[in-house]
């Protein structure tokens, strides 16, 4: 089971919860098992190719995982997954 | 590898204040570095002329629209910028006689009103809970309605990365033939892009690794994940690995860099330095690099040099890099 941090923007998908858990090996799985228990965050998500969302960043712990192996990164039991907006960087 | 620390005889000499941008030290880290084979290096981009690595990405941009007929003297610039790049943006053009606008949140710090007023740039404010993309989607749209603005965009304009592929890699390269791993902040993605495009084509395997803030939610203001942004000059293939740095962790490194090499630079360094010290430790030799992008005098007001964290107000309402 992993941890998954919901971002302000993605809550009210989600009941309101900042944080919810999902069961899967890597970060397709667990993601598509929150579209499962909370289907409007689908098109949140996922775009229509079923990749990830373009706007959407998420890091396993604090990882981008986009740079790793994407949807199949491997997600271990105690691992957090934080799902962030992509934003313009800071004080540029 | 290499040794190639040498005395300079001085820094140069430049006929113009604009041809001084550049040319900045590299420093050892010595009592940061995790292991004695992995030698860390930063570059100490305050040293520029108005305290910034922007001040490279500036004139860049600014001698790009020139050589292409874009502006002329007595022409308004805009740009949307919370700091750094608007600093740069209005030292150059008060010398090159061009005005300045700078779209920015109203929520970044006051050192950087007050730089930007000093140089004679005008400023429009963009609502702070919307961050930096606030001030982009502003910008645009002022930019689309009055066709007299030259609107150099950092964001999608190659003269940024361009800076540091001509500029600050081939420095990094003068003074160093190996190079493992390079960390850098992303915001515009111009220095990660510039020097990892560059340091790939000459060294071959080096580690290009973001820093990027996580935002504190009260600047997550996005209505709908879609109203979201990914500057058009960053090709995400280029990097290897990419780690957010909170406000707290970005300002705890800021002070260990005070603290343990005597440095003192500007919030995101610290966030940059946490992650080159990682990746450092993962290693078991080579060189890490990573960029200062500026000093922490922009950053006074908020007593994060002196003040314990728990203290300092507003960590997450504030943009701090």
Not at chain 1, 19 to 35: M, W
């Amino acid at each position: 089971m992993a941890t998954i941090k919901i971002p302000p923007v993605l809550r009210p998908a989600v009941g309101g919860e900042r944080e919810i858990s999902a069961d899967g090996e890597n970060v397709g799985e667990i993601l598509r098992a929150v579209v499962e228990e909370h289907p409007s965050t689908s098109a949140q998500l996922f775009g229509a190719d079923g990749d990830l969302n373009r706007y959407v960043n998420v890091y396993l712990n604090d990882e981008d995982v986009r740079v790793l192996d994407g949807l199949d990164t491997s997600v271990g039991s105690g691992d957090t997954l934080v799902i962030l907006p992509a934003m313009a960087g800071g004080a540029r | 590898m290499s040794t190639n620390l040498r005395n300079k005889p001085c820094g140069g000499r430049y006929g113009d204040v604009i041809e001084a941008i550049g040319h900045t030290p590299l420093i050892e880290l010595k009592r940061l570095s995790p292991k004695p084979g992995v030698r860390l290096w930063v570059k100490l981009e305050s040293r520029n002329p108005t305290g910034s690595v922007k001040d490279r990405v500036a004139r860049s941009l600014i001698l790009d629209a020139e050589d292409k007929g874009l502006i002329r003297p007595g022409q308004t610039i805009l740009e949307p910028t919370s700091g750094n790049t608007g600093i740069s943006l209005a030292m150059i053009c008060a010398r090159k006689g061009y005005r300045l606008k700078v779209v920015m949140p109203d929520n970044v710090t006051r050192e950087r009103t007050e730089l930007l007023r000093m140089y004679g740039a005008d400023i429009v404010y963009s609502e702070g809970s919307k961050g930096s993309n606030g001030a982009v989607e502003l910008a645009l749209d002022m930019a689309a309605k009055d066709s007299s603005y030259y609107m150099p965009y950092q964001y999608g304009n190659e003269a940024n990365p361009n800076a540091h592929y001509n500029g600050t890699a081939l420095e990094i390269l003068e003074e160093l033939d190996e190079v493992s791993a390079f960390v850098a902040g992303l915001g515009t993605g111009g220095t990660l892009m510039g020097n990892g495009r560059r340091l790939k084509e000459e060294l071959g395997d080096v580690k290009i690794v973001a820093a990027e803030p996580m935002q504190g939610e009260p600047v997550q203001g996005l209505r709908s994940l879609d109203d979201g942004f990914i500057p058009p000059i960053i090709d995400i293939g280029l990097l290897d690995r990419k780690i957010f740095v909170t406000n707290a962790d970005a300002i705890t490194w800021t002070r260990k860099l005070l603290d343990e090499e005597q440095l003192f630079v500007g919030v995101s360094t610290g966030a940059i330095a946490r992650v080159a010290v990682r990746i450092a430790g993962e290693l078991d030799e080579g060189n890490v690099v990573f960029i200062a992008a500026d000093d922490g005098s922009k950053y006074f007001s908020s007593g994060i040099y002196t003040r314990p964290l728990e203290e300092i107000e507003n960590l997450d309402s504030t943009v701090w890099w």
